[in-house]
């Protein structure tokens, strides 16, 4: 029992030794560190656009074997706001911000403040844009870019909103669409801290075969007059129509099927007047050109007031 009883009281005095070792200046290490800054308590409408640091240099004092852990994943400094933060704030850096163990100490700490600047938050409705690269292949045109949805939401500091009036997505190429399709486009924000209420959108690109032309030359134009029209004439006589469309029903048209024609609203003067020509043609075609566009119409028979005026004379 006796010997037991030393043998414990050796190791007693062994630990204690031990312990002042590790607490001896000798076993101490001071360590200079990179430590990021937190903000603890961030304003919930406002955002920090700038921070003349995103760090602070400390050197740290302490136990080898504990400050060997600390260097090894520095602990964050982080700083408490008021809560009337507003534009441009002075934090105190204090060494009582950073998590160490009780017996690691900071000796320096550089800067001791950082200059932190807010903006208020903004949200807004603005319109989608599709920029557009290449052209589409020669016998196809574009009919439309439909996207869904066409307004997005977009929240930030006033900076990077000032200006917007628009969000760009990512470019189409037209030279990779070969038909109508849709497409999913990612928005381009319009600076790193601002928000969309959606990340991308659905873009339905319309496309279709470009029509050819068929002319039609010398058609003549019928005159459409409400009374007697054997007195009624025009100049030119006949004008040429273009019509475009699809190939095949191009083809089966006829040309007594293109119907140029004026209409005439009472009795045209003897010295004439321009009327438009307009075309009657097949449905599914449509009239791209009518050469010329318009034709003198002039009435050259007898005059109304004639026959009336004879009746009267004696």
């Not at 002042?20 to 200046?25: H, K, P």
């Not at 600390?70 to 934090?91: C, F, H, M």
């Not at 009780?102 to 949200?123: G, M, Q």
């Not at 990612?186 to 659905?202: I, N």
């Amino acid at each position: 029992m006796m010997k037991n009883l030393g043998l414990k009281l050796v190791s007693l005095v062994a630990a204690t030794l031990l312990a002042f070792a590790l607490q001896d200046a000798s076993n101490a290490s001071v360590v200079s560190l990179f430590v990021p800054i937190e903000i603890r308590n961030p304003p919930a409408d406002k955002v920090l656009v700038k921070r003349m640091k995103q760090g602070v240099q400390i050197t740290i004092k302490g136990p080898s074997f504990l400050i060997g852990e600390v260097a090894a994943s520095p602990p964050p400094l982080r700083i408490k706001l008021p809560d009337d933060v507003e534009g441009r704030y002075t934090a105190p850096l204090l060494a009582s911000d950073i998590s160490l163990p009780p017996s690691v100490s900071v000796l320096t700490l550089d800067p001791p403040e950082v200059e932190l600047t807010f903006e208020s938050i903004e949200e807004r409705d603005v319109r989608v844009e599709v920029p557009q690269l290449g052209l589409l292949a020669k016998d196809l045109v574009l009919v439309d870019i439909e996207l869904d949805p066409k307004v997005v939401t977009v929240r930030g500091p006033q900076s990077e909103l000032k200006q917007l009036r628009s969000l760009a997505t990512e470019p189409v190429d037209l030279r990779d669409i070969k038909e109508s399709e849709s497409l999913t486009l990612r928005l381009r924000k319009p600076g790193s801290l601002t928000s969309t209420s959606v990340e991308s959108v659905r873009a339905h690109v319309t496309v279709e075969q470009r029509p050819v032309e068929r002319q039609f030359a010398a058609r003549p134009v019928e005159l459409r007059v409400g009374g007697d029209k054997k007195w009624v004439k025009c100049n030119p006589e006949s004008v040429t129509v273009v019509l475009s469309g699809d190939p095949g029903k191009l083809a089966e048209i006829e040309p007594e099927e293109v119907l140029p024609f004026v209409a005439v609203d009472g009795q045209p003067p003897r010295a004439g007047s321009f009327y438009e020509v307009q075309v009657a043609a097949p449905q599914g075609v449509k009239v791209s050109k009518v050469s010329p566009v318009s034709v003198t119409v002039w009435y050259e028979g007898p005059s109304k007031a004639g026959p009336a005026a004879k009746g009267k004379k004696r």
